[in-house]
Every structure is written in structure tokens, then in C-alpha cells.
């Protein structure tokens, strides 16, 4: 990767500051985008969907499916692409690492390319040979990431007193989780598998109501049970069953955040036939009950 155009720094723990200019849930329809360029940095979450990302310097486009993440640098011409019909939900962040951008009327996060301020190009930390401490592309990131930048955006725009410490004290923590995963140049999954575990994946994500048995989607597969959770292991990063509950509280959470949907009904549309284990399970995930999560978000 070149940075030819991006202002670099190396990093020294003690200067980096980084401020959240931007943090929301998206459903982004089919769509073939334009070619764009940041003044700051984007990281973006893939929930569900697909997406294709060209840069200018790669060969081939990156995809990202759902659970990976997207790391867009500053001053970096890029188009993003929707795939599937059903289009993609999103979780981005626009953040800058040294609090640099300060955004007016006139200059916003994307480069009006007929008015360009050179000088607004947020600095990039690079390690201490100059190397590249960000991949593009990090597929199936953890969890623990996931939460946080969940965080970021509740407290970004809630704006309750201390956000911006709240906010910048958690992108630290993801900061540092990126700097720590090794760049991934792309999957070792045998192709024989990649489509059909990408067709089921996808059908997760729209039957989230069925239970959906290890035994029964290891026989789509042809291979034993074990030898399937395996394979959706390594290309996603976890189980079979842990993909599907993740799914299922990022849906509900959509839910309670965009609809008036009853919260009993919120359940069985994503497979909970009781409203006490839906909750139950809800609290689990999200450490408060489904109707608290939703006056939480009314009150955003």
C-alpha cells in the first residue's frame, strides 16, 4: 500500500487521541457507488449482506461477508459496491487518530474532489520501520470488537456528558485489537466449500426463526458434523451456533432500535417461541432486558 498522498507518523503510544466524527447503523440497498476518497479513517462492519470494495492499487476487488470488517484510510481513493439484492447492513465509524478534523458547513469526512484541502488529510501511525501497522480486510473479527464499536455508537450519540472520553477510550481498544491481528492476505477455505458455506450463511441470516442443527447444515456440505463446524470455524471465525446467535441479537437489536414491533414478536421472528427465553437471552447478550435496550435507544 502506498502513501503517497496520506500524511504518517510513527506511532508513539503517547500522542495518539483519536475522536469519533461519525457512528451509525446502516441498510445500504444493491448499489455500484463512486469512486471517493476520506479526509479521516472509516471502519466499517459488515452484519449482513456483501460488499465489494476496488482500490485503485489492488488487482482484484477485497469482498467482505458478513462478520469482517473494513478499514478505510485517509486520502484513499476507493468505490464500495452492494452485492446481493437484499443489499447490507452496515455498522460504520469515522474516527481520526491524532483529533486533527474538525468538520464546518464547508468540509465534511468526503473529499469534494473540485475543492480539496490537502492539508486536512488525517496522519496515519505506521509502525517503527514505516511499515503498515493496518490490514483492509480483517475477516471475521472478534466479539469483543463487535461490542465496542456497538458502544461507540451508543455513546456517540446519546452525547451524554463524557462521551467523547467514552468514546475515545473505546476506540483505543480497537485500535489496539487491530494492531494486534496480522494482516490477512486471503482465505485458506478449500473452494470447493466457500460457495455453499456462503449460500447457507446467507440463509441464516434470513431464516433466523429455524433451529437450524449442526447435523442437519453439515449434511448440505456432505461432510460430517465435526469436520463442518471446522470449516465454519476457519472461515468465520466461529461456531456454527455462535454465528447464528450473533446474528440473531444484532437482528433483534434492529428491531427494538427501528421498529414497534412487540418484543414478543421481535422474539419469534428470530426463533424464540417463549417470551421469557427470549429475554432471558437477550439479557445475555446485551446485559439488559429487550424493553430497557429499547428506552435506552428512544432516548438517543
Known amino acids: 500500500m502506498e502513501f503517497n498522498n496520506l500524511p504518517t507518523r510513527i506511532l508513539n503510544n503517547r500522542e495518539i487521541s483519536p475522536s469519533i466524527h461519525w457512528a451509525q447503523y446502516q441498510h445500504v440497498t444493491k448499489m455500484y457507488g463512486i469512486t471517493r476518497r476520506l479526509y479521516d479513517f ?7 449482506g456483501e460488499m465489494k470494495v476496488i482500490f485503485d492499487e489492488e488487482q482484484e476487488a477485497i469482498i467482505y461477508y458478513p462478520g ?16 446481493p439484492d437484499s443489499g447490507a447492513r452496515l455498522l460504520g465509524i469515522h474516527f481520526d487518530f491524532y483529533d486533527e478534523l474538525e468538520m464546518t458547513s464547508d468540509i465534511n469526512m468526503v473529499v469534494d474532489e473540485e475543492r480539496v484541502y490537502a492539508d486536512l488529510f488525517c496522519s496515519l501511525p505506521l509502525g517503527s520501520s514505516g511499515e ?5 480486510l480483517y475477516p471475521s473479527i472478534t466479539g469483543e470488537i463487535v461490542k465496542w464499536m456497538e458502544y461507540i455508537y451508543e455513546e456517540f450519540n446519546a452525547c451524554k456528558p463524557g462521551f467523547e472520553l467514552a468514546c475515545r477510550g473505546t476506540m483505543l481498544l480497537i485500535i489496539s485489537a487491530l494492531i494486534r491481528q496480522q494482516p490477512v492476505a486471503g482465505r485458506s477455505l478449500p473452494s470447493i466449500y466457500h460457495e455453499a458455506l456462503a449460500n447457507l450463511r446467507d440463509e441464516l441470516s434470513s431464516k433466523l426463526n429455524l433451529s437450524w442443527a449442526n447435523a442437519d447444515m453439515a449434511r448440505r456440505l456432505s461432510v460430517s458434523e465435526d469436520h463442518f463446524i471446522r470449516l465454519f470455524k476457519e472461515s468465520y471465525g466461529m461456531t456454527p451456533n455462535q454465528y447464528l446467535q450473533h446474528l440473531r441479537h444484532q437482528e ?3 428491531c427494538l ?9 421481535i422474539g419469534k421472528h428470530i426463533g424464540y417461541e417463549s417470551l421469557h ?6 439479557k445475555k447478550w446485551q446485559g439488559v432486558s429487550p424493553r430497557d435496550y429499547r428506552k435506552m435507544c428512544n432516548i438517543l
Not at 472509516?42 to 449482513?48: A, K, L, R, T
Open 68 to 83: 469482517d470488517l473494513l478499514f478505510l484510510h485517509s486520502a484513499t481513493e476507493h468505490r464500495i459496491e452492494i452485492v
Open 42 to 48: 472509516e471502519i466499517m462492519y459488515v452484519i449482513s
Open 257 to 265: 432500535r427501528e421498529s414497534d414491533m412487540k418484543v414478543e414478536l
Open 277 to 282: 427465553h427470549f429475554s432471558h437471552a437477550f
Open 252 to 254: 433483534a437489536k434492529r
Open 132 to 136: 503498515n501497522l493496518f490490514a483492509r
